[in-house]
């Protein structure tokens, strides 16, 4: 943690060395402003550590993180002009090498880009939708049950219902 706080510092200008030759800060807080160039690293030291976390969203709290992929429910509602695919997508945080998915319980969990790839392009969909939901064209749903839906089903836990 040291060492990404030092390179933290040295790239945002924040320190300067007092004539003592000791070092003083113009950050006024403690808080740090993670971005894509450093997110990565920040959790990378972090380990397994607890951190506090605070979003315009969310009280400061205590949040720990997680490297895997939680698994998330899909559901399918068959209408009369298509299909209705609702799912609740925590929100999404991007590293250069990992997604971090901010959930609801105190937890980000950290997943490998690769290993999300297929999806990837869908969850941040869904993740912008603040209802969670999008309409698959009747015209458009044998492609979406030949080609998207079996990716779909190999990462979340699919549910389908009729209206």
Known sequence: MVSFLTSYAEETNACFQ???GLYGSYLDDRYLTLT?????EFFLA???QGFYYDTYLTEEDCWHCRREMPRYEMELLRKADGLEVRMQMDAIM???KYLYLVSGQNVIYQVQKEQIEEVRDFMEYIAQRQDGTCVIAKEDIPTFC???????EEHFDVKKRKH
């Not at 894509?36 to 990565?40: A, M, S």
């Open 94 to 96: 991007s590293g250069r």
């Open 18 to 20: 007092m004539a003592s």
């Open 46 to 48: 972090l380990g397994e």
């Open 146 to 152: 030949q080609g998207l839906l079996p990716v779909l």
């Open 36 to 40: 894509v160039q450093n997110l990565d």
